[in-house]
C-alpha cells in the first residue's frame, strides 16, 4: 500500500523533473529553500485549482449554491424594448400548440423540422403569418412595481399585448370581448412558456431580454 510518505516522494521527483526540464523554471531549484517555497506553491495551485472545479460544478449543477449570494446578488439589466409576434389559436387547438413550440425548439437546432413546423402552423393558427409589434417599456412601465431596477414584469406584458389586440383592425375578426390578459400565452426566447404562476415574475428573470424576438398567443 502506498504511503503518504511514497506520494510525496514521487510528487517530489515529477515537479522537480519537470521544472528543471526548462532552463528558466531551473532557476528555482538551485537551493533546498527555494525548491521547498516552489514546491509548496505548486502544492496550493493544484488544491486551490481542484476546489474552485469542485465548487464552481457543485453550484452549475445544483448541488449547493453560492456562498456570498445574498451579498453579492445578481441584478439582470432590465428589458428596454422587444418584438412581439402575436396570433390567435383557438381553445380546441391548446395540444396542438404544445406540438408546435416543442417542435419550433427543436427546429433552432435542427433543419429537418421545417416541413412538419409549417404544416403545424398552418393547423393551429388562425392568422396566416405572425403579426410583429414593436414594444418600448418606459418607466411608467415598470415604476409601479416592487422593484422597478429589474424592469416590467410578465402580467404586464400580457396586458399590453392584450390592448394591442382589443385595438387593432387585424383582430377586429375574432371575439374579443370577453378576453382576458391571462388568454395571452407569452413564450420566452427559449421558445417556452411563460406560465400563469409567473404574471409577478420580470421578464429580464424569464429569459425575455432587450432585443428579443417573442411570441405571443391568443387564446380565443
Known sequence: MTTAIELLYEF????TTRLESNSFTSNLLITPTSKF??????????????????YWSGIYLGLWEYHAKDIFTEVPIHCAHINVRINVVRENKKFALLE?????EKYCHNLIYWKRLNELSNE????????????EFSPEDFEMNKEPE???TIGHLRSKVLGIVNSSDI????????????DVKIYNNRNEEVPLTKNEEYLSKCHIE????IDAV???
Open 218 to 220: 391568443i387564446v380565443i
Open 171 to 182: 383582430f377586429s375578426d375574432f371575439n374579443r370581448s370577453k378576453l382576458e390578459a391571462n
Open 150 to 152: 429589474f424592469g416590467s
Open 37 to 54: 517555497i516552489t514546491e509548496l506553491l505548486v502544492i496550493v495551485f493544484v488544491l486551490l485549482l481542484t476546489y474552485e472545479v469542485i
Open 12 to 15: 517530489d521527483k515529477y515537479v
Open 210 to 213: 432587450t432585443g428579443n424576438v
Open 100 to 104: 408546435y413550440y416543442a417542435l419550433k
Open 124 to 135: 393551429v393558427f388562425e392568422l396566416n403569418k405572425f403579426i410583429k409589434y414593436y414594444f
